[in-house]
C-alpha cells in the first residue's frame, strides 16, 4: 500500500485501459468457506487488499495457514485451534463476522465480538443469529461478544426478513455441512452470492439457486479443497467507469462481467455516455456535459449501494438536480459534506439527497470516511481543478487494488504521499 495520502491535479480525460481485478465482496466469503474444507485451497490471482490481508489474519488467529504463491492466495484450514474472532479484528472488518458459519460447522462453537456500527450504519447481525438458531445453535450475548454453541447443525428453512449479503453468505456455508437440507428464502441475490455457492459446489457442496430469491443447500458431511478464481470486482469497474465519465475520458475496462453492472450501465447511458460491451470488456465514450438523472439505490439487481458514493460526485458535474434515495444503509452520506469543501451543492433530507448540478469542482483537502466515499473524492477530485489531497487513504487500499498505478496508467495527475 502506498502513503497516507493521495494527491490529485484535476482536469485530465482518462484515456487508455484499466485491467480489473478479483472481487472484494467475493474473495472475502470465498477465503472464509475455505475453513469448510480440511484439505488447502488455492484461490487464482487474489486481488492485493487490505481486506484479504486482515481476513487472512483472522483465519491465522484461527489456527489456519495463508500463504501467497506468486498472485495465487493458499488456505489451509487443516487445523483449527481456536473459535475466536476476538474485538479488534472484527471492529476493523465486519466481514469477520463470517466466520460463525464454518467454524460452527467445523467445530460447533463460536465466540465473535458484536460488530458495531461504523460509518455507514448500525449493521447489526441479527438476521445471522436467528438463521443460526433455525438450524439447532444456542446463542449467548455477554460483555459485547456472541457465543455460540451447537450439537450438530441441522437443515432449516429460513425466511430473511431482508436480503442480507452477509447473512445469505455465513448460513449458507453453515447449511453446506449441516444434516438435512437448508432452504434460505428471500436471500440475496448478488453475484458475490453465485461465486460463493460455486465455491463450495467445487468443494463438493450441494447449492441450487444462488442467485435467485431462494436458495436450497444440501448437508454433505465433508468438503474437500479446490482452487477457484473469483469474479472481477464490479465495484470496482464502476468506480472507473464514473471516472472517465466526469472526466470526459475515452476508456476500456478489461476483466469485467457486464452483466453484473446493468443498472450502472444503464444509468451511465441514461446520463449520457455511450458505452459498449465486449467479450470481457467495457469501453465508455463520456459526452461533452452530462444529463442530471435520479437514483434509489436497492439490493441486486437494483442499482448497488456501493455505487452511490461515486455517482454523487459524477452528478455533482451533471446539468440540473437529482435526486439520490439510499435505501440500504440509513448513514451512507457523508461524502456528501467533504464534496461540498469542493464547492458541490448537496442537500441532505433524511435517506435522500439532491445534488444540484453542474457545480465548479475546486480542488481541496479531504478525507475519506469510508471506502466508497474515498472513491467517491477520487472521481471528484479527477474532474476539479487544481490540487486535492485525500487523507485516511487507508479506507481506499481496503478494497482497491493499486488504483493510483490504475489511473496513472490512463493519464490521471494522482500520487501517493
Ligand atoms: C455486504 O455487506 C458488502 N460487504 C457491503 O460492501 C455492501 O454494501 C452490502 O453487502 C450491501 O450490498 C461485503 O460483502 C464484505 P448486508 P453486508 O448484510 O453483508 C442490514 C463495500 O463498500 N442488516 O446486505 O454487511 C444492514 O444493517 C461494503 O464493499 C440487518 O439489519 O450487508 C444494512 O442496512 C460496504 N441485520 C442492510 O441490511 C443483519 O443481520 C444490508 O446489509 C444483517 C444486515
Known sequence: MGGDKIIIEGGVPLKGTINVSGAKNAVLPVIVAS???STPCRIIDAPQLADVEVICQVLESLGAKTYWVGKDLYVDASEISHCEASDEIVQKMRASILVMGPLLARMGKVRVSQPGGCAIG?????????????????????????????????GARIYLDFPSVGATENLMMAAALAKGTTVIENAAEEPEIVDLANFINSMGGRIRGAGTKIIKIEGVSELTGCEHQVIPDRIEAGSYLMAAAITGGDLTLENVIGDHLKPVIAKLVEVGCQITEGDSTLHILAPQTLSAADIKTLPYPGFP????????????????????AETVFENRFMHAEELRRMGADIRINGRSAVVEGPCRLQGAMVKATDLRAGAALVIAALAAEGHTEISNTYYIDRGYDNLAAKLQGVGARITRR
Not at 122 to 132: A, E, N, S, Y
Open 35 to 37: 475453513l469448510l474444507s
Open 305 to 324: 449501494t456501493d455505487m452511490q458514493a461515486q455517482y454523487m460526485a459524477l452528478m455533482t458535474r451533471a446539468q440540473g438536480a437529482s435526486v439520490i
Open 122 to 154: 448500525t449493521r447489526p447481525i441479527d438476521l445471522h443469529l436467528k438463521g443460526f438458531e433455525a438450524m439447532g445453535v444456542q446463542m449467548s450475548k455477554e460483555q459485547g461478544y456472541v457465543t455460540a454453541q451447537t450439537n450438530g447443525l441441522r
